[in-house]
């Protein structure tokens, strides 16, 4: 179990590898987005978002691999099985309906271990980590401005 965030695994391989997402180091890079990951496999995995292997022949969005392909194939065929009993709003993905539920329960289970900030999402602690590491890893194209967040990327 990480003794940050509660997450269990099933090795310590799997627990060790997650551990590196709550110092933010991310020591891989993609060569095509400048995005960077803290170990190989996540990198190779987010390579197949740059090629044609897992692409939606409705919009073209390329995927990392078959199952978000499937998932996303869901935005198009209008499939929202899951429902929420407070709201009735409806989600693709149960994933999507726990995350949302957490806005009417207020619960926040993802703290950072740095300075006890909480957050709904996983990905609101990541990208919170930033503030920690200094991490900026959208990188512009055209200068040297580096990015904490894709969205300020874009802006800019």
Do not use: W
Request: aromatic share 8%.
């Amino acid at each position: 179990m990480c003794t940050v965030c509660d997450k269990r695994f099933t090795t310590k391989q799997n627990l060790n590898r997650h551990k590196i997402s709550h110092t933010g180091e991310k020591l891989y890079s993609c060569t095509q987005c400048g995005k960077r990951f803290a170990d190989q496999n996540n990198l190779s995995i987010h390579m197949n978002t740059h090629s044609s292997k897992y692409k939606c022949t409705e919009c073209g969005k390329c995927y990392q691999n078959s199952h978000h392909l499937k998932i996303h194939n869901q935005v198009h065929s209008g499939q929202k099985p899951f429902e929420c009993t407070v709201c009735s709003k409806r989600f693709i993905q149960s994933t999507d309906l726990v995350r949302h539920s957490r806005i009417h329960s207020g619960e926040k289970p993802y703290k950072c271990h740095e300075c006890d900030k909480a957050f709904s999402g996983s990905g609101h602690l990541i990208t919170h980590m930033r503030v920690h590491t200094g991490d900026k890893p959208y990188k512009c194209s055209l200068y040297n401005g580096s990015f904490s967040q894709s969205s300020h990327l874009q802006r800019h």
